[in-house]
Nanobody
Framework: QVQLVESGGGLVQPGGSLRLSCAGS????????MGWYRQAPGKQRELVAT???????QYADSVKGRFTISRENAKNTVYLQMNDLKPEDTAVYYC???????????????WGQGTQVTVSS
C-alpha cells in the first residue's frame, strides 16, 4: 500500500520560513515525479512545485524565488523549503507522487492527507 505522509506545517508570521517534508512508502520503485499542491479556503487545489527524478523542477509563478523543492530519490522523500512566507500562502499543502505506467506516458497519482500552513501576524 503506497502511503505519503506530510509533516512540517504550522503557524508562522509573514516573512518567516517553514520546511515541509513528505515521506513515501510502499513502492518498490522510486516515484517518477513528486510535488506539492495547496488548497486555500474557497479555492481550488493548485500546483505549487514539482520535481522529477532527474532533478528538474517547476514552480508556480506565485512562489518562484521563495520556495525550493528537493527530493531524496532513494528514500522517496520530497521537501519544500518555504521562505518569505505571505498570508496568501495560507493553505493545506498536499504531497503528490506519480509513477509512469506505460509508454504513452499515463501515470498513477498518490496523495498525502495534507498539512496546514498558516501565515498570520
Amino acid at each position: 500500500q503506497v502511503q505519503l505522509v506530510e509533516s512540517g506545517g504550522g503557524l508562522v508570521q509573514p516573512g518567516g520560513s517553514l520546511r515541509l517534508s513528505c515521506a513515501g512508502s510502499g513502492s518498490r520503485f522510486r516515484f517518477d515525479a513528486m510535488g506539492w499542491y495547496r488548497q486555500a479556503p474557497g479555492k481550488q487545489r493548485e500546483l505549487v512545485a514539482t520535481i522529477v527524478s532527474d532533478g528538474r523542477t517547476q514552480y508556480a509563478d506565485s512562489v518562484k524565488g521563495r520556495f525550493t523543492i528537493s527530493r531524496e530519490n532513494a528514500k522517496n522523500t520530497v521537501y519544500l523549503q518555504m521562505n518569505d512566507l505571505k498570508p496568501e500562502d495560507t493553505a493545506v499543502y498536499y504531497c503528490n507522487a506519480a509513477r509512469v505506467v506505460n509508454v504513452e506516458g499515463a501515470s498513477v497519482d498518490y496523495w498525502g492527507q495534507g498539512t496546514q500552513v498558516t501565515v498570520s501576524s
